[in-house]
């Protein structure tokens, strides 16, 4: 396979100024690779019984360790779940294990974690995975029953307010707000871009019981994530319940086909559009899903809306302190979570019934053989990032002379 020829024809038609910033990105570890490179990963999956016949649940799609985080949800409580569902679909389960344990090679690697360590914390995410879904039990993770570096998460979210979020992204003049246009967080938006997206939220808020909550004071081009960078994105001020310190951010995401697609053999539903796909499955995974998630349009291409979360709402794995039990609590907490998610989900469109789980969960041979598929994709994928390494050093994926452009 010609790595970089992939990554280039997949990416092709995106803003170029943030997709510059994912190839960066990806350039920088193999983790940020495997972040960005999810229709590689899928298109590597070797054929393995136990990747075709496990039950088809719906799957994350791009499971990895920074895909797990806490949100304010819609009723602005605090979770701790998947929160991103821009790839999922009806497939196998066990494409979500191996997906994720591949991120927890690639990405615990890079804190100094032992290959012994490694495979312990591996098979601790297995083993509650495959536990909680035996039970048939769909939960979810509670800060009061939470510990470690998962109640440390809970607790900075809890002592921070939405004023002080709100004066991370924005600007304070008198008792105005404009938006932080730093070149980090956010871009410059074009005029023409400006109005689109005004002239949609003022049709949004006239179908809303509060229309002027949604009034539009300020709009820029969001930077967030790796995979999906260079996809249209805006990050929104609206007045929320007034000046200064009542205003609201927002969080309006193109919604594009998921990167499973091509691999997919279980009948999917007919979506309505992929943001109709991506809103429906996050609301069927979660416990409790987003404020404001919904699926909408603007100009005959869909998108996602929701409020903004703060990309820093992760558990901060650096604090691991070289004690490995610490990132166990992690992984226990990631492998309930997920197997929560595709029990909940169960029985609808397709997807396997709890019976289905919990007899595939009771067993365990499958175990071992999951854990050495995605140790053989770590390794696959740190041989792809430094082909990508090689080509982007040599200017592949600038637009320099003799870089063919449409590729």
Known sequence: MDVARAIRKFNKGRDPQRLALKYSKMHGSAFSFFRGTCHLFQQRLPPARILQEAPSVWVCGDLHLENFGSYKADNRLAYFDMNDF?????????????????????????????????????????????????????????????????????????????????????????????????????LPIEESQRQQIGAFMERFAAGQDDPDFFRVLDVARRIAGTGSLGVERYVILVQGRGSPDGHFLLDLKQAMPSALSPYLTARQPEWKSEAHRVVALQRRVQAVSMAFLQAVGMAGKPYILRALQPSEDRVALSHWDGKPARLGGVMASMGAALAWGHLRAGGRDGSAIADELIAFGAKAKWKRRIGEIAHNCALQVTADWQSYVAAYDAGYFSDGPGVAANV
């Open 86 to 186: 821009d790839e999922a679909a009806l497939a196998p389960c066990t494409w979500d294990l191996v997906r994720f344990l591949a991120s927890v090679r690639l990405g615990l690697l890079e804190l100094g974690l032992a290959p012994s360590e490694l495979a312990g914390v591996c098979q601790v995410f297995l083993d509650v995975y495959a536990r909680e879904l035996a039970t048939g039990k769909a939960r979810w993770v509670e800060r009061e029953t939470s510990d470690g570096l998962v109640r440390a998460l809970f607790d900075s979210i809890r002592s921070r307010s939405r004023i002080e979020f709100l004066a991370t992204r924005t600007l304070l003049k008198g008792k105005h707000r404009t938006l932080r246009v730093d070149g980090g967080k956010a």
